[in-house]
């Protein structure tokens, strides 16, 4: 059984950082591990991912240049920084672990997802 347990979250000001953690359990070095995030009213995006395997990292648009994903296989663990924070990043972000079989940056691409962490940026 696969369990997700994210931490991390909270509220910065604008400009300063975070660093979100998801615990996982019952993972085999095949998977990805990888973070979404959802702003209230909108869709839910994907923000990065990486790969348990070899650790190389994927990331979306709003994630480039400014979060960095890495993952700890001893403590099957990974983590998501998240530097110069803006208010625009506020939402929910969810950690979720999947084998996808081509696209890495699609929520059907992963099978198992945590509750969510809530991250605010004020301005």
């Known amino acids: 059984q696969v369990t997700l347990v994210e931490s991390g979250g909270g509220s910065v000001q604008a400009g300063g950082s975070l660093r979100l953690a998801c615990a996982a359990s019952g993972l085999f070095r095949s998977y990805y591990m990888g973070w979404f995030r959802q702003a209230p009213g909108k869709e839910r995006e994907f923000v990065a991912t990486v790969a348990l395997s070899d650790g190389s990292p994927f990331y979306g648009a709003s994630a480039q240049g400014r979060f960095s994903i890495s993952r700890d296989n001893a403590k099957n663990t990974v983590y998501l920084q998240m530097n110069r924070l803006k208010p625009e990043d506020t939402a929910i972000y969810y950690c979720?672990?999947?084998?996808?079989?081509?696209?890495?940056?699609?929520?059907?691409?992963?099978?198992?997802w945590g509750q969510g962490t809530q991250v605010t940026v004020s301005s």
């Open positions: 979720a672990a999947g084998i996808p079989e081509s696209i890495v940056t699609t929520e059907k691409s992963y099978n198992y």
